[in-house]
């Protein structure tokens, strides 16, 4: 099967049902759709399929017409859809107003002209799909589509003609590294298990994806299940395990949804359970929901979970590979890791290992979310640079405003500034520069966010799914925390920055498990890019980025106010006097009585309203207003 | 295998931790959450150390030997680290030494002693728990639980009760009972026992005295035949405390409900202290010789009067087995009856 399903001969409407699809409205486009082609008698299949990448543009409906190629329409309404099917469906015209690409023709398909293809498009140009090779192609809940497009074929492979120490010996070959973020290298992790002594061991899938604004690995359970599925049948043939466990969050229903019936598919087909294939190998997958603390995400926590405990990490060593799941060797992969490995058993450890650079081989995907002009989930080949993710992938940053650092690696990464966005996408060169690979979630921010409210956020995340064992993750990151809270409250005394430096690295070093270890990660490397920010938050109590509230001012300037009195009224705490035709003085702001609820601001219709103590302030009315009133 | 521990050449056991080699080797590492008896936890960090060319700091109670490692216990970074890990607990710990019953036996206190940490330079939220003193038998002070989870194992691993366990995360996690209800267990009083803190403490103990006022007398509980080894803390002549002892004993380290918390009979004006004997309706103080004499007497005039099976024994599981043995002796060939019996059952 491919891209354009030219095999189908009756038109395809084919919608984005991704989590996010669905939350940007595909349900309501569905029931309007389903409604149309019934009461216009239209013979058409509608297909579900998974999230494709493209964020920015949800909802997505594509239509496929017979030997024509496959057009995808972006932003698509409940009031728009009709007018695309009657235009595309029943007259074969695409409907241009709200078209976006078309697949290449690479089936013999017939193109239509004008219409860009979706390959070329800035936003794919520089992607190589292999993990999201079927996400947004195929039905996810149908294995035959899986199938179609060469599912299996790599679990058939490996059972039928391959021993384990070489399925082990193609993965150590491919390059491929974990994917969970700290980058272990998979063959060897699968050696060890492979290695360690004792009769029963266990195969485990981390799903349990925590990182504020990452979705990579909901995205692959949602739209291609049966690759991860695959991908475990031969991690579990390789390490010498007849039990698989997906841990996977209870917060992603639909990943859930789509994994219960994935596992039972792959069983009628006789690709799980006893004699897989007729191979003699035994392989069963069961589903564990995890209830919603991040820190289960470490894979002692994990394990502790499934095996009913609280989830809490244990200390390593023993290692999970010796001494893991119920006392037994275990293998712990991520979900991104294990949509790997068929494609890597396919084509070849060289084939994979052609892509991305020496020592990071391959593809990761990202998430990519903050102030761009394109959000989305996107695969990238290794070793391409930031700088390309954001602004030739991403498109730039929204709003007009100016590019000021990326964070990869969430609560437990860091954040890389503008000069050196040139820093390729490695775990190596990531690392050097203060932040990690992480799992994929990577947030940009703009001029108008603040570096010690972004470093706030991520603490008061971790803060909040410590898990309470260890001293200096349990104390350290709320005292941490705190610090924090206070400079952004305008309380700080002056030698907060050295107390957040001396805290900070004895919470990486002392701290029990990788949560605690990583959690000052944020804020070392925000102070170690943005020093001058902190240093006016704590000095000069000012907020460059007009963020912190309790930081600036809101004042009238009196030359150009026309005492229209709306911000008077609006004010909730009766903190503006005058401003009014009566008392012909132009508005003034108490600062004792204001509570910068920033109502005053928005509603000034002359926008002579402004903040002060942003002193390189970039907030957009200012900068209207010029320099002249700061 | 060879480990090198502060210059210190040891040979290790294979599967021994940090911790147990050094311990073996003479060098002390300081711990909060350790406890020989309970698993390896690897929570409180004070006993961290350094192995040469690792970049973290490991727990030694937690972390295996390895062949020819080289550990510092006690470089300058790993008391600086301890230190801050310290100001750390004690910035979310009531400073009142002065009235806490735990003073002069808290292991946080003599830490905070070593390590000299004096003022609190990390001020901020502190756990607000209510203390919890509506069991009968333990004060439960949430505000200084260091969380080092020797209650919630003991409990868990060596009891099997499993009363108590961690709930809410992070800061505010908090040993509790099952929907956080009022402590209702066995009360063996184990995890009073184990607490390194004033977090649980003995409610009949307080405010009685502090640890260097007592005397330590080392004896046998008196409650049933086991044999507990037990620490009596005597002050001005009265029991104030009892605490399993620390000596190698049959109990290893536990108690019961009874032998922990059942002490107030020692000094009780309702104490019976000489036999009694009813006369005329009324008990009279009387010899342990004028005692004996009646009761043979009694017991003869009956076997004689009635037979003996007409008179019955009943012993107590209080007793040794050696007494339980010579009184169903004395009932079988003594009064030749078997009709003898025991609280448990003969």
């Not at chain 2, 060879?2 to 599967?15: C, F, L, P, Q, S």
């Not at chain 2, 801050?84 to 004690?90: A, C």
Request: charged residues 25%.
């Amino acid at each position: 099967m491919t891209k354009n399903e030219t095999m189908t001969n009756k038109p395809k409407i084919i919608l984005g049902m991704g989590t996010c699809g669905v939350a940007a409205g595909a349900k309501a486009l569905l029931e309007k759709v389903e409604g149309y082609i019934k009461e216009k008698k239209i013979d058409a299949e509608i297909v579900h399929v998974g999230c494709i990448g493209m964020c920015h543009e949800e909802p997505l409906l594509d239509i496929v017409m017979p030997k024509r190629t496959r057009v995808i329409y972006g932003k698509v309404t409940a009031d728009i859809v009709s007018k695309i099917i009657h235009s595309h469906v029943q007259q074969d015209k695409p409907e241009k107003e709200h078209v976006l690409s078309q697949m290449l023709p690479d089936d013999g398909a017939n193109p239509y002209p004008g219409i860009p293809y979706y390959e070329e498009m800035p936003f794919n140009r520089k992607q190589q799909r292999i993990v999201l090779k079927n996400c947004g192609f195929i039905n996810p809940l149908s294995i035959d589509e899986y199938i179609a497009r060469d599912g299996y074929e790599s679990a058939r492979k490996v059972l039928l003609s391959m021993k384990p120490e070489e399925v082990i010996d193609v993965v150590k070959r491919s390059g491929l590294r974990g994917r969970g973020g700290a980058g272990f290298p998979t063959g060897s992790k699968w050696e060890f298990c492979r290695k360690a002594m004792g009769d029963k061991k266990y195969l485990i899938c981390n799903a349990d994806e925590g990182d504020p604004g990452a979705f990579m690995d909901r995205s692959v359970l949602e739209g291609d299940p049966h690759s991860v599925l695959e991908g475990m049948i031969i991690a579990g043939y390789a390490i010498g395990a007849n039990e698989g466990y997906i841990y996977v969050r209870a917060e992603y229903p639909l990943a859930v949804k789509h994994l219960k019936l994935a596992v039972p598919h792959a069983r009628e087909n006789g690709l799980l359970g006893k004699n897989i294939l007729g191979t003699g190998f035994d392989f069963d997958i069961e589903l564990k929901q995890g209830a919603g603390a991040f820190v289960c995400g470490e894979e002692t926590a994990l394990i502790a979970s499934i095996e009913g405990e609280r989830g809490m990490p244990r200390s390593k060593p023993p290692f999970p590979a010796n001494k893991g799941l119920w006392g037994k060797p275990t293998n712990i992969n991520n979900v991104e890791t294990f949509a790997n490995v068929p494609q890597i058993i396919l084509k070849g450890a060289e084939w994979y290992a052609n892509f991305g650079t020496e020592k990071s081989r391959g593809t990761k995907v990202f998430a990519l979310t903050g102030k761009i002009n394109r959000t989305g989930l996107i695969e990238v080949p290794m070793g391409i640079s930031l700088k390309e993710i954001v602004f030739d992938i991403g498109g730039g940053i929204s709003d007009g405003k100016a590019f000021k650092a990326v964070q990869t690696g969430g609560p437990s990464g860091g954040c890389i500034p503008s000069e050196i966005i040139d820093t390729p996408v490695e775990y190596e060169t990531l690392a050097a520069v203060g932040a990690i690979m992480g799992s994929g979630g990577m947030v940009v921010m703009d001029n108008a966010s603040c570096m010690v409210e972004m470093a706030r956020f991520f603490l008061n995340f971790t803060t909040d799914e410590s898990c309470g064992k260890c001293v200096p993750c349990r104390i350290g990151t709320k005292r941490l925390l705190e610090i924090l809270e206070r400079i952004i409250a305008g309380k700080a005394k002056g030698n907060e920055m050295d107390i957040l430096v001396e805290l900070g690295s004895t919470v990486k070093a002392a701290s029990l498990c990788g949560l605690g270890q990583t959690a000052p990660n944020p804020v070392l490397s925000m102070m170690r890019y943005f020093k001058d920010e902190y240093e006016e938050h704590i000095k000069d109590k000012s907020c460059r980025a007009g963020a912190c509230t309790a930081l600036s001012r809101y004042i009238v300037s009196p030359d150009t106010c026309k005492m229209c009195g709306i911000c008077v009224k609006g004010c909730p705490v009766d903190a503006i006097s005058d401003g009014t035709k009566k008392s012909k003085k132009p508005a003034f702001i108490h600062d004792d009585k204001c509570i910068r609820c920033g109502i005053c601001f928005e509603k000034c219709p002359f926008d002579v309203i402004y903040t002060k103590g942003a002193k390189k302030a970039v907030h957009a009315k200012e900068e209207a207003l010029g320099e002249v009133k700061a | 295998m060879k480990v090198t521990i502060d210059n210190k050449e040891i040979i290790a056991n294979n599967g021994e931790t940090i911790l147990e080699a050094a311990k073996r080797a003479g060098i002390n590492i300081p711990t909060l959450c350790h406890h020989p008896k309970l698993s390896n936890y690897g929570g409180c960090r004070v006993c961290m150390v350094e192995i040469k060319g690792m970049n973290r700091f490991v727990a030694s109670c937690t972390t295996p030997v390895a062949d020819n490692i080289v550990v510092e216990t006690n470089t300058t970074n790993i008391r600086q680290s301890r230190k801050t890990v310290l100001e750390l607990i004690l910035s979310d710990h009531p400073n009142d030494c002065m009235t806490c019953d735990k003073t002069g036996d808290c292991t946080l206190q003599d830490l905070a002693y070593e390590y000299g940490v004096k003022e609190n330079p990390y001020i901020g939220a502190m756990r607000q728990y209510p203390t919890e003193d509506k069991n009968p038998y333990i004060i439960r002070d949430f505000s200084k639980c260091i969380l080092c989870a020797k209650c919630t194992r003991v409990c868990n691993e060596i009891r099997g009760v499993g009363a108590i366990d961690i709930m809410k995360r992070g800061f505010y996690a908090k040993v509790a009972m099952p929907f956080d209800e009022v402590l209702d267990c066995e009360f063996c009083g184990n995890c009073v026992d184990v607490c390194p803190v004033g977090s649980l403490t003995e409610k009949i103990a307080k405010g009685k005295g502090r640890t260097w006022e007592t005397r330590k007398v080392d004896t046998i509980c008196a409650y049933c035949g086991v044999g507990c080894g037990i620490t009596l803390h005597i002050k001005d002549n009265t029991v104030i405390k009892v605490t399993p002892t620390e000596k190698e004993s049959v109990n290893n380290g536990s108690l019961c409900v009874k032998g922990k918390f059942a002490y107030d009979f020692i000094n009780s004006a309702d104490r019976l202290k000489k036999p009694l004997i009813k006369k005329d309706g009324k008990f009279v103080e009387a010899t342990w010789d004028e005692a004996i004499d009646y009761t043979v007497k009694r017991l003869k005039e009956i076997k004689e009067k009635h037979g003996s099976d007409s008179i019955g024994g009943l012993s107590s599981a209080r007793c040794t087995n050696e007494d339980n043995y010579l009184f169903q002796k004395f009932m079988r060939a003594g009064i030749g009856t078997n009709n003898v019996d025991h609280c448990a059952r003969y």
